[in-house]
């Protein structure tokens, strides 16, 4: 069975700085698809970033990127210049690659950006 | 285009009532899943479906809950004789293709959430 593993329950950090959250994941195969959700106050779950396990190049989306170690089983989200809008739940998630299956999250990482 | 839509957006149930949450798909979207939130909580799988099949229930209670995804209109999450225990917020998400290998995202589009309280 896959396990994610966030280990980091809060967070706090200064407007425009740098944070990294992190996560590890426990999976016996080899394909498979990461992501980072974002969950804000609304409760609404946003996709902020995806990265497939074949490809070795980390994924980045403007102010997010990834770093992906698959042999370590570790996938982290950089936030750079944060925002107060980026004050949010984070939940990492995995799913298998090639055959329909759930997504399965972890238990998420509470952001707050200070002003 | 309007994306996942749920409702209702908050439902209060007293014990033993039952309550019905439903969901209705992005346009094109086939493949539906719901998920369970409990307060300080990841979102825990409870059941996959196509229209007309169930295609993974293995998240689902044993007793009590049911899913189904008719070919016309919303899916449905039916919980019978409602518990404390079942108070938390449940979302649903589709895909157009599911999960496998026929999508190119992987993708799932979630809705804003229902809110279960039980009195």
């Known amino acids: 069975a896959q396990t994610v593993t966030q280990s980091q329950p809060e967070m706090s950090v200064q407007e425009a700085e740098t944070v990294t959250l992190s996560c590890t994941y426990d999976?016996?195969?080899?394909?498979?698809?990461l992501f980072w959700y974002k969950q804000p106050p609304s409760r609404q779950m946003i996709l902020v970033i995806r990265?497939?396990?074949?490809?070795?190049q980390n994924a980045t989306e403007n102010r997010f990127s990834v770093n992906f170690q698959k042999a370590a089983k570790s996938f982290s989200l950089k936030i750079s210049d944060s925002q107060l809008g980026d004050t949010a739940m984070y939940f990492c998630?995995?799913?298998?690659?090639?055959?329909?299956?759930?997504?399965?999250f972890g238990k998420g990482t509470r952001l707050h950006i200070l002003p | 285009n309007a994306g996942v839509m749920q409702n209702p957006r908050h439902l209060v149930r007293r014990r033993g009532q039952e309550a019905r949450l439903r969901c209705s798909p992005m346009?094109?979207?086939?493949?539906v899943y719901w998920y369970r939130q409990l307060p300080e909580e990841g979102l825990k799988f409870m059941v996959y479906?196509?229209?007309?099949?169930?295609?993974?229930e293995s998240g689902m209670p044993k007793e009590r809950f049911s899913a189904e995804f008719p070919k016309e209109g919303p899916s449905i999450l039916r919980i019978q004789q409602v518990v404390r225990g079942d108070s938390a917020a449940y979302f649903c998400?589709?895909?157009?293709?599911?999960?496998?290998?026929?999508?190119?995202?992987?993708?799932?589009?979630f809705g804003e959430g229902s809110r279960l309280t039980v009195l």
């Open positions: 998400a589709s895909s157009k293709s599911g999960t496998g290998a026929s999508s190119n995202t992987g993708e799932l589009f």
């Open positions: 999976t016996s195969e080899n394909n498979y698809y």
């Open positions: 990265q497939e396990a074949y490809k070795q």
């Open positions: 998630a995995f799913m298998k690659m090639n055959r329909d299956d759930k997504i399965i």
């Open positions: 346009k094109g979207h086939s493949h």
């Open positions: 479906l196509q229209k007309e099949n169930i295609i993974d």
